[in-house]
């Protein structure tokens, strides 16, 4: 069974950091694709950012060079280091497990999500 815990959300003011971590159980980390969502209130949960098995990025334009997605497969945890916040990237954020090859096709699994509130 997979269990994926996001940690690391919090209160920040507009134009500071935070450091999301996932850590996952079972699963096979090291040959799957992690990525990071986020999903604000009414809105649709949206790809922020994947890493595949080999190390391989993708950022969305949503946040794309403020955010940096890392992973230690020794540690089976996903990280979403994130810059220069704005108020309007206030949501929950959510940890996702895909497969090898894919995080939007085929079995995959969630955290429960992590909130990061921007505000002064």
């Known amino acids: 069974q997979v269990r994926l815990v996001e940690s690391g959300g919090g209160l920040v003011q507009p134009g500071g950091s935070l450091k999301l971590s996932c850590i996952a159980s079972g699963g096979d980390f090291g040959s799957k694709v992690m990525g990071w969502y986020r999903q604000a209130p009414g809105e649709e949960r949206d790809l922020v950012a994947t890493i595949g098995p080999q190390g391989g990025t993708y950022y969305r334009d949503l946040m794309k060079g403020r955010v940096t997605i890392s992973r230690d497969d020794a540690k089976n945890t996903v990280y979403l280091q994130m810059n220069n916040l704005h108020t309007g990237d206030t949501a929950v954020y959510y940890c996702?497990?895909?497969?090898?090859?894919?995080?939007?096709?085929?079995?995959?699994?969630w955290g429960q999500g992590t909130q990061v509130t921007v505000s002064s």
């Open positions: 996702k497990m895909g497969t090898t090859v894919s995080i939007v096709s085929g079995p995959h699994y």
